[in-house]
Structures are given as C-alpha cells and as structure tokens.
C-alpha cells in the first residue's frame, strides 16, 4: 500500500499511520495543515521511518494533493482531514462546510483527474476512503435498533451535516465517475493523543487539574465508544478488503452514558492518582446542555464482522484504563496542546 492519509497529524489520523507503518506500508505520506487540532508531536513516533513524509498543507488545495499523488505514485488514500468537534460547529459553521464539504470535494477531484490518467489495472487498485462518522444518522431513542449501513442519514449538528454531505459526494463520485471510493461511519473514538476539549481528554485533564468536570444536561446521552487502535485496524481492513462503493459502520459494541464514562474516570484516578482527599466524582458539575444534542449513538457491525472479517480487540474497561494511564504519562504533551489558543476555547465554551 502506497497512501497518503489527510488529517494525519489529528487524534485518529496519528495513530492510523503508527498503524499502517507498523503493519508494513510502503510508503505513507501525512498532508495535514495543522490547525489547532494537529500536532506534529502526535507523528514524533513515526519521524524516523524512512517509508513516511509529512507535508504541511490544505486538502483544499487540489493542485498539492494531485502532485502528491502522481510524484509519489500512490494508489490509496484515507481522507481524514476535517474539522472534528461538535461544540466549535455549532460556534462557527463556516470552516466545517469548507473543509469538510469543499474540501473533501477537492480531494475527490484531484483523485478522479489523477487516477484517470493510469492504466485500467492501476485504475482499478486505487482506493479512496472517506473517513467518516455515525453522526450522519442523528439520534436513536433508547429502544431504537441500531444504526447500520441502511440508516437514513438525519444529521443535527452542522458538523455532522457536513460530514453528511462529503459522504453524498464521495457516493456521488463512485455513481458517476467510478471512482473507487469506500466510505466508514464509525463511532466515538477515545485513546491516546485524542485533544482535550473531547469529554474523555478533557475530564481527565480537568480532573488533575482541579477543574469541575462539566457534564452537558442530564448526562444519560449515550454513545458507543471504540478504542482508536480498533478504528485504525477496521480503516486498513476496509482499505484492504472492502469493496468499493460500499459504506461499512464501524462501532466498538460499548454503549455507556456520559455520566458512566466520566465515574469510570473518576474512578481510575482515584486508584492511579489520587487526590489528597475525596474522589474526582466531587468534581463532577451539570452543565448547560449541548443544543441539538444527540441522544443516543450506537452501531450494528454486523457487516463489517461479517464481511471483512473485523471485530474490535479491546473492550471499554481495558481501553478506557490504557487511556488514563497514557495520558498520566504524557503530561507534556497535554501541556503542550493545552498552551494558548486552547484556553481561549475553554473559557469562551464552558464561561
Ligand atoms: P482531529 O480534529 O483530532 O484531527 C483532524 C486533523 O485534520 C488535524 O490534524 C487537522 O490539522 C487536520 N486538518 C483540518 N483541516 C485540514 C485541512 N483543510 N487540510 C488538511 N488537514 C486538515 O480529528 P479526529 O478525531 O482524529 O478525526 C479524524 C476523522 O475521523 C475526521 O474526519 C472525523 O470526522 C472522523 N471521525 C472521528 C471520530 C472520533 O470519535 N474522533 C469518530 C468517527 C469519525
Ligand atoms: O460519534 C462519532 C463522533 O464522536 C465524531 O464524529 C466526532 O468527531 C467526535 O467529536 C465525537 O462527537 P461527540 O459529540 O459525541 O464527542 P464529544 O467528546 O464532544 O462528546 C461526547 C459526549 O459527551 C456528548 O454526548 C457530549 C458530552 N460532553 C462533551 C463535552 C466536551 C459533555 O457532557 N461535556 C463536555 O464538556
């Protein structure tokens, strides 16, 4: 596999190209224009490796991404390149519908005009996967089913409705061009570089640093969470054995309220960490809820399970402690993207 991962220097991406290097890549190539979100910190892991390039750039910029592709002959890519939080979507639209609508819609046309120009077996290797969220689907009652790959999408928030419409596109290109596109709909995701203004990160961040522990509404909203080294294992797999033009929903089968998630925290500092006197849990404050705010998310993949042959490796309990250990080592790197911009979104989001 010869690819070039968008967005590589995010929470997933990161730990997607340790993955595929790990697994024996070729040659893997990061385009990342690091915003707030990216830190080349996350990729010091990978620096050496002589099989992968890191380029600093915008997938909005089609002229790079198809110079990328034809001067590094590469036959996969893995567009995860987006802005990701919900909160900061419901702040300010506008850099969602360009990065992730334009953006992926750029991506698509340098793949297309690229791939276009090479010969049909070389046409037919090339795989473009669209990494997406089970957002698109917006929210499930308690006693729904769950989401599958024949949910209709009803996206609530403008981040998921963005990520909504670059999948129809990504759809689009395989109906009309033939491009041979995959598409992912995966659950939330939790591990280690994840950025701390996502509720695990961020509890656990709050919590060593004294903060309250703010839970939006009544804390009984529900989401399915997947340990991100499992994401990364379903992306190769799809990568490598999907078909294209399907669309495959990935979940880590671990459904848990937020209020759940965060007394498991709180838990595990106390047992690895703890406080001088109490429990973290007396940090815990109701907060404003989240407008919009998505009940209940949770994932079917059966397909995937079936299909490909993918099921996740690691459950909730040993996940989420692997999390809080990682993050009680890495306290650098928490100060480090904890520094400047970071502060101002704190202290206008939870003022
Ligand atoms: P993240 O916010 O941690 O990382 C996003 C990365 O994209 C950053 O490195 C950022 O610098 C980069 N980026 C932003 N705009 C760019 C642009 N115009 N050009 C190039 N790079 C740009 O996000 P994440 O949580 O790692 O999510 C990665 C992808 O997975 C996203 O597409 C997201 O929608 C999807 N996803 C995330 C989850 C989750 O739980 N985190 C679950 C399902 C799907
Ligand atoms: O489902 C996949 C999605 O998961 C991804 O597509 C998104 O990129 C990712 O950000 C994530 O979205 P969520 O909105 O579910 O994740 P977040 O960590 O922001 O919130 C998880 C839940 O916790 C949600 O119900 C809101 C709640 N929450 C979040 C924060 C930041 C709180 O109660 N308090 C908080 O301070």
């Not at 990328?68 to 890519?77: G, P």
């Amino acid at each position: 596999m010869r690819i070039l991962v968008t967005g590589g220097a995010g929470f997933i991406g990161a730990n997607f190209v340790a993955h595929l290097l790990a697994q024996g890549a070729e040659r893997v190539v990061v385009l990342d224009a690091l915003t707030y979100a990216g830190n080349l910190q996350n990729l010091s892991g990978v620096q050496a490796d002589p099989r992968y390039r890191f380029v600093k750039g915008s997938i909005l910029h089609r002229a790079l991404v198809e110079d990328l592709l034809e001067s590094e002959w590469l036959d996969t890519v893995a567009n995860l390149a987006a802005e990701s939080h919900v909160d900061r979507s419901i702040k300010g639209p506008d850099a969602f519908i360009e990065t992730n609508i334009t953006g992926t819609l750029r991506m698509l046309e340098a793949a297309r005009s690229v791939v276009d120009k090479r010969p049909a077996t070389e046409r037919e290797r090339f795989r473009y996967l669209q990494v997406s969220t089970d957002e698109v689907f917006g929210t499930l009652k308690s006693d729904d089913p769950k989401f599958s790959e024949e949910t209709p999408y009803a996206p609530n928030s403008p981040y998921a409705a963005s990520k909504a419409g670059a999948d129809h596109l990504v759809r689009a290109w395989h109906e009309t061009y033939g491009l041979n596109t995959l598409i992912s709909n995966c659950s939330n995701n939790y591990g280690p570089f994840q950025f701390p203004e996502k509720l695990i990160p961020l509890v656990i961040h709050n919590a060593l640093a004294g903060k309250p522990l703010p839970i939006y509404g009544d804390g009984k909203q529900v989401r399915d969470w997947l340990y991100v080294g499992d994401h990364c294992s379903a992306l190769r797999t799809i990568l490598e054995h999907g078909a294209p033009g399907e669309t495959y929903a990935v979940g880590g089968n671990s459904e848990r309220t937020n209020l759940d998630v965060v007394g498991t925290i709180c838990e595990l500092l106390d047992k690895h960490r703890p406080r001088n006197a109490g429990s973290y849990r007396d940090q815990i404050a109701f907060v404003t809820d989240r407008p919009g705010h998505d009940r209940r998310y949770a994932i079917d993949a059966g397909k995937i399970q079936r299909d490909l042959d993918w099921s996740p490796a690691q459950n909730f309990a040993g996940g989420i402690e692997a999390t809080v250990l990682w993050y009680l080592d890495h306290g650098d790197w928490v100060d480090n993207v904890t520094s400047g911009a970071y502060r101002d979104w704190v202290a206008e989001q939870y003022a």
